[in-house]
């Protein structure tokens, strides 16, 4: 993305003007949006929000509690994941074990065939 597109974008949306004419100087003498312009970006829409949401009186969670149940919530998320490795490893060496079988049903049966065309023909 361009910086005239992204500058393109904040100016047709909702923002304050004062937070496009930061965006507008953040911006200012790029050409190409880095990730370190789309940080800064990204920081001063936050910040936005976050007095919109105090000034309308909507409490957010301490950043510490929202880490925590996120901390909680991967660590769950990794936990089920963990499980699910185990029991696909489980399924997996169940078909391998059962392609063994039949492998070796099948070459028992070709054995048989064998053996009973043999047989036929030797009568």
Do not use: H, R
């Given at each position: 993305?361009?910086?005239?597109?992204?500058?393109?974008?904040?100016?047709?949306?909702?923002?304050?003007d004062?937070?496009?004419?930061?965006?507008?100087?953040?911006l200012?003498?790029y050409?190409?949006?880095?990730?370190e312009l789309q940080?800064?970006?990204?920081?001063?829409?936050?910040?936005?929000l976050?007095?919109d949401?105090?000034?309308?009186?909507?409490?957010?969670?301490d950043?510490s509690?929202?880490?925590?149940?996120?901390?909680?919530?991967?660590?769950?998320?990794?936990?089920?994941?963990?499980?699910?490795?185990?029991?696909?490893?489980?399924?997996q060496?169940?078909?391998?074990?059962?392609?063994?079988?039949?492998k070796?049903?099948?070459?028992?049966?070709?054995?048989?065939?064998?053996?009973?065309?043999?047989?036929?023909?030797?009568a």
């Amino acid at each position: 993305m361009t910086t005239q597109e992204l500058l393109s974008f904040i100016s047709e949306s909702p923002l304050s003007d004062a937070t496009k004419a930061a965006a507008k100087a953040i911006l200012a003498g790029y050409d190409v949006v880095t990730l370190e312009l789309q940080g800064q970006i990204k920081e001063l829409i936050q910040a936005e929000l976050d007095a919109d949401f105090e000034a309308a009186g909507i409490t957010l969670p301490d950043s510490s509690d929202v880490q925590a149940a996120q901390k909680e919530f991967s660590d769950a998320s990794a936990a089920v994941d963990a499980e699910l490795d185990a029991d696909m490893a489980f399924v997996q060496g169940q078909m391998n074990e059962l392609d063994a079988l039949k492998k070796q049903v099948d070459t028992t049966l070709d054995e048989m065939e064998a053996d009973q065309i043999k047989k036929d023909l030797a009568a």
